[in-house]
């Protein structure tokens, strides 16, 4: 989603450069035996990008780091050999009672990220970790796993969060992010954008290396990215205190692509495929198999028996919009059984798992909108089709499975959008009269847009054609969160004064309540 003041045919393609994800897949897969010089005394410190740790599971998590002492450059200022990082998990933040430790390898070809797959801790824990490398030590990290599927579990508490374009402002959402009680943390994409930087560092008035000031194109311009965006202290903060559960949307790559493709580019694949690596390296991720066209990042999460959390990936498979790239009339050629949002495998995965679940609430993360947006009602049928409305058949296929499954408490989680959303999921939206079989919480931007008012004047009038919507913000910056019991789900709209200064002042602009067995929100 980008400002509509914008040219959305703007889009960057690859200039060139290839990532070979078999390369990828190699990589990842080798056993970690370390080599190589210790360093000591020749670098500054290698933790500058922070620690983190992310998919929660009753037997561990992932605990990840990158060595780069100087991380907006090539290569990090690291030497062009692996490096051996040991790590540390303990019960207490002093890290007085190891119960688990170990050594992997840093390695150039990976940007010397480090991704450390636990198992064999205790299901639904709180747990503390570090790292050491090159005679440094990293700060310490807090994180937990997750209960036993079958576990009675009585709470979940989790933010979700998207759309973080470091010049579009500072992270205070995040700063106050960090202070609130949470299990998981859950980003739907947009970690980071695909521009070039300004040199004065945008709204945040910071200056940038000239090396910053083109987009990124090749992997080296794409580490230097994440690490731009992940040097922001706020950002680190969040990341050392709750294990992340991440998606991605399109500016990852580049902005409204569809699988290998753009509207102006009929193969995006080099570009993409250095994009996806270097997401990979920058994030507390497993290593999940990866296809022909890149990794697998749509995934299935239990909290116990009290939740089902299907992490979704709307763009790697995703079918060309049949009518439009943007902004366009719908069409019969949507309703197509065969066109799909999220690939055969991918939807037949989630379909099925809809229909075997147990779970008292079934979540799905979601990148881009799945409600209807009308935007004129009587007078046309115009729709944003790079979202849900472009697949219309595909959403149907879901909002079916939800009835024809007895599918419990089903609530979609979203991003993109710049804006709150709080929606009533029809189960046929052609059908006024249809049925509201879920509900759908889409949360602003962490800064994107900055402070400037974008879409409340742009999607503030079609609201009136849209009864379905329950509540509708169009240029707050924030954060949601969603707090889950037995009888009642509670979303919290969690905003900030402004994105111009990072210690900008948090409120709730309101909340909104889903009871058990009643598909629908109610704002309290």
């Known amino acids: 989603m980008q400002n509509p ?19 990828l897949d190699q990589l990842t897969a080798r056993p970690a035996h370390a080599h190589g010089g210790r360093g000591r005394g020749r670098l500054g410190d290698p933790f500058t990008l922070g620690v983190a740790s992310g998919d929660p599971a009753p037997d561990g998590v992932v605990l990840w780091t990158r ?24 019960r207490d933040e002093r890290m007085r009672h190891v119960v688990a430790e170990g050594t992997e390898e840093a390695r150039p070809e990976l940007a010397h990220s480090v991704h450390v797959e636990l198992h064999g801790l205790q299901p639904d824990r709180e747990y503390h970790y570090r790292f050491r490398a090159l005679g440094a030590v990293s700060e310490v990290g807090r994180t937990r796993t997750a209960p036993q599927p079958w576990a009675d579990t009585q709470h979940l508490a989790f933010a979700f969060a998207s759309c973080q374009d470091w010049q579009g402002g500072h992270y205070a959402p995040y700063r106050h992010m960090a202070e609130e009680d949470l299990d998981l943390v859950l980003h739907l994409g947009d970690y980071v954008y695909e521009n070039a930087i300004p040199a004065d560092g945008g709204l945040r008035q910071t200056p940038v290396p000239e090396y910053l000031q083109t987009a990124p194109l090749d992997l080296d311009r794409w580490r230097a990215q994440y690490a731009l965006y992940k040097s922001d202290p706020d950002l680190q903060a969040v990341h050392r205190r709750f294990p992340w559960v991440v998606t991605w949307d399109d500016h990852e790559v580049v902005n409204d692509y569809a699988a290998d493709r753009t509207e102006d580019d009929p193969d995006i ?7 996806y690596q270097a997401w990979y390296e920058h994030q507390p991720v ?20 009290l939740a089902q959390l299907d992490v979704l990936d709307g763009r790697q498979y995703r079918d060309v919009p049949p009518c439009g790239w943007g902004e366009a009339q719908a069409c019969e050629a949507a309703y197509d059984p065969s066109i799909s949002m999220l690939g055969e495998e991918q939807e037949r995965w989630l379909l099925d798992g809809l229909a075997a679940s147990t779970a008292h609430w079934n979540v799905l993360g979601n990148n881009v909108m799945m409600g209807r947006l009308d935007h004129d009602g ?14 219309p058949a595909a959403r ?11 599918v419990r408490n089903p609530v979609v989680v979203t991003g993109d959008w710049h804006s709150t959303f709080v929606h009533d999921v029809k189960r046929d939206f052609d059908d ?7 509900t759908e919480f889409v949360g602003t931007s962490i800064t994107t847009n900055g402070d400037e008012p974008v879409y409340g004047p742009y999607y503030g009038p079609m609201i009136q ?37 990072p210690d900008a002042r948090a409120y709730t602009l309101a909340s909104f309540v889903v009871e058990d067995g009643r598909p629908g929100a109610v704002q309290v």
């Open 432 to 438: 006024p009269g249809s049925p509201v079989v879920a």
């Open 465 to 501: 054609h849209n009864p379905h919507i329950r509540f509708f913000d169009g240029d707050r910056r924030g954060y949601v969160t969603c707090r889950l019991d037995r009888s009642q789900w509670r979303t919290d709209l969690r905003m900030v004064e402004t994105v111009s200064r």
């Open 378 to 391: 009587a007078a046309g049928d115009l729709l944003w089709h790079d979202a849900w409305d472009g697949f």
């Open 396 to 406: 149907r296929r879901i909002t079916d499975r939800f009835v024809d499954a007895a």
């Open 5 to 23: 003041s914008l040219d959305r045919r703007q889009l960057l393609v690859a200039a060139g450069g290839t990532a070979s994800l078999a390369l």
């Open 269 to 275: 694949s080099d570009l993409r495929a250095v994009a």
């Open 286 to 305: 497993r290593r999940r198999t990866t296809s022909v066209t890149g990794p697998q990042v749509y995934q299935r999460l239990h909290w116990g028996g």
């Open 67 to 90: 060595l780069a002492p100087d991380p907006l450059t090539p290569g990090g200022g690291m030497p062009a050999r692996a490096v051996r990082v040991q790590w540390q998990v303990a």
